[in-house]
């Protein structure tokens, strides 16, 4: 099993509509999780990290995190064509390592 | 202020030769982390440095070595190069004052031949 596990997609969405992305994790001992964007040939961007159970909004996108279920997720409102990239979920867990997902790539079409 | 500034941008080299590859954290930053990420991958840590000392290692062999300078800026070297460690190697940086949260720099894409 995968330490952190995510769909590789693509997941498509119209532009405008709301694209949810799902993060499962294997270690329960995590305690931080940070989602990252990264554009074809470019380096990860963070864009959301989260530590406790809930949401959590920075305009619009918002991560959600349940940690009884080992679940992250995060939620892409109004999506613009600017958002078409991949998204990466990350844990910390022991230490200040990060375990990545595989990455979902996500397009927007206008 | 700068954010993490990584060198080269490209490499090409041989199978069995060795590389160097230089990373500058962004500046209040103390810990940096290095990372491999092969083609439609996600990053792989490779180790971590902090107060000059490896302090984390992932899975990765010996070939992988680095060093932290006292300015906090850090090289990953590998040796004997194999066709398999073309990838983007990428360095983060962090602060444990700040929550270390990780910042990526452009990373440094390698090319084995």
């Known amino acids: 099993q995968k330490e952190v596990e995510q769909n590789s997609g693509p997941l498509s969405v119209p532009e405008g509509a709301i694209a949810s992305l799902n993060c499962t994790y294997s270690d329960r001992g995590s305690q931080s999780f940070f989602w990252y964007r990264q554009y074809s040939g470019k380096s990860p961007e963070l864009i959301m990290s989260?530590?406790?159970?809930g949401d959590k909004e920075d305009g619009r996108f918002t991560a959600q995190l349940n940690k009884a279920s080992q679940y992250v997720s995060l939620l892409i409102r109004d999506s613009q064509p600017s958002d078409s990239a991949t998204y990466l979920c990350a844990v910390n867990s022991a230490g200040n390592k990060l375990t990545f997902g595989g990455g979902t790539r996500v397009l927007v079409k206008p | 202020d700068a954010g993490v500034t990584q060198s080269p941008t490209h490499l090409i080299k041989t199978r069995g030769q060795q590389v160097t590859l230089r990373c500058s954290p962004k500046?209040?930053?103390?810990?940096v982390s290095w990372y491999q990420q092969a083609l439609g991958q996600g990053p792989q840590f490779i180790f971590q440095?902090?107060?000059?000392?490896?302090?984390q290692r992932g899975n990765f062999p010996d070939r992988f070595s680095g060093h932290q300078f006292p300015n906090y800026s850090s090289e990953l070297n590998v040796n004997a190069l194999l066709l398999g460690d073309s990838a983007l190697y990428l360095c983060a940086s962090s602060s444990r004052v700040l929550k270390n949260i990780q910042y990526f720099g452009a990373g440094t894409r390698l090319s084995v031949l």
């Open positions: 440095y902090y107060e000059e000392e490896e302090r």
């Open positions: 500046s209040g930053h103390d810990t």
């Open positions: 989260i530590y406790s159970n």
